[in-house]
């Protein structure tokens, strides 16, 4: 038996628990892989509280991120004792995911743990910080730049908004840190924003055009936090957006987009492209810092992770949760 979080549905009843499951339980899959390190991610919660339909069949192991070495394989690309990360494919929503000391998985959606990055930081950055910066690359394909003017981020305190901040500040950008929590001013500035913002100041609605602020931005928030971002970006400006934690809804104008020609991108991590994401861990080994990835993150043990889900969910958990499944 190995040690996992099982979600489950019956009669109506939604549960989430740790417990023993049987190895001979385990999905297909052409490689198993012993989980060092997993993650709590914004999914994760919703699929944990069952707060949103994220998990699509039941029983369900969670964790849509996790990093370990592989125990067996019958993938070519993959060997016994090889350092493997897994960001997404559906994983912890529709095949079982990383909450648990094994995971079975096809081959094709394991990455090489990405030097110089140990099992644990890997999931420190997790499947957060990974989109943190596919967001900066979509930022950069635009032809945004340091020198295009400064940049914001919503959900700063968040794990995508953390490493956002710590990524950007170190390429050079002068990076506003949206959040609606005052007294993480200090440690948003630690990671290198410059100017802190009120998400209140964002969250109500807007108009179609607002003061033109910014060069790019990352929104992890949708709703009027969005549609404000995209009224307050400078000409020919670009908008990233990754995440719903305000809401599914844009309720905005067209106005940005046909009078000051801004861009809006969006950005998906789970299905992204091999080459996308082994260029956004390479990224992420020269662009973040690993002394400010040690302050954004904390560990935490599986049997803490149900507790932790809702407090996720209320906006209370303060940047990246690595979760310490190895037994
Ligand atoms: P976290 O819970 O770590 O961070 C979300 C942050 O959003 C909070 O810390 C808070 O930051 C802010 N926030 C909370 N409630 C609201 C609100 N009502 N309005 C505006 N901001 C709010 O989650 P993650 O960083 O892991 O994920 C952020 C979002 O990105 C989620 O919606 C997630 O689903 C999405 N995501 C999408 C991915 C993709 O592939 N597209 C991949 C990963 C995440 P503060 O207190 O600083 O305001």
């Not at 030097?115 to 644990?120: E, G, I, M, T």
């Amino acid at each position: 038996m190995f040690q996992g979080i099982w979600i489950d549905k019956q009669d109506g009843r939604y549960t989430a628990d740790l417990r023993g499951i049987n190895p001979e339980q385990l999905p297909e899959g052409d490689v198993t892989v012993r989980v060092a390190y997993s993650t709590l991610n914004y999914k994760d919660a919703l699929a944990i509280t069952g707060a949103s339909p994220v998990v699509r069949q039941f029983p369900m192991v969670p964790g849509i991120d996790f990093a370990g070495v592989v125990e067996t394989s019958s993938h070519p690309a993959c060997k016994p004792g090889d350092s493997v990360v897994l960001n997404g494919w559906g994983v912890g929503e529709k095949h079982w995911g990383g909450l648990a000391e094994r995971a079975r998985v096809n081959g094709d959606w394991l990455v090489p743990l990405q030097a110089p990055f140990s099992l644990k930081q890997a999931m420190g950055i997790g499947t957060a910080g990974y989109t943190a910066m596919l967001c900066v690359m979509a930022l950069e394909r635009r032809g945004v730049t340091p020198a295009s003017g400064p940049v914001v981020v919503t959900g700063a305190a968040g794990g995508v908004g953390s490493v956002a901040v710590a990524v950007l500040a170190k390429l050079g950008y002068e990076v506003s840190a949206v959040t609606g929590r005052a007294e993480q001013a200090d440690y948003l500035k630690g990671l290198g924003a410059q100017h802190i913002v009120e998400r209140a100041s964002l969250s109500a609605p807007g108009k179609p055009l607002a003061r033109e602020q910014w060069a790019g931005a990352i929104d992890v928030a949708g709703g009027h936090v969005l549609a404000n971002v995209c009224a307050a970006m400078r000409y020919r400006g670009t908008v990233a957006a990754c995440g719903l934690a305000s809401g599914m809804d844009f309720p905005a104008t067209v106005a940005p987009f046909i009078l000051r020609g801004v861009t809006l991108v969006g950005v998906d991590s789970v299905m992204a492209p091999r080459a996308e994401r082994l260029e956004a861990w390479r990224r992420l080994a020269s662009d973040l810092d690993l002394s400010k990835l040690d302050v954004v993150t904390q560990e935490v043990a599986l049997a803490d992770v149900p507790a932790l889900a809702p407090e996720m969910l209320a906006g209370k958990v303060r940047g990246r949760v690595i979760v310490a499944v190895r037994a």
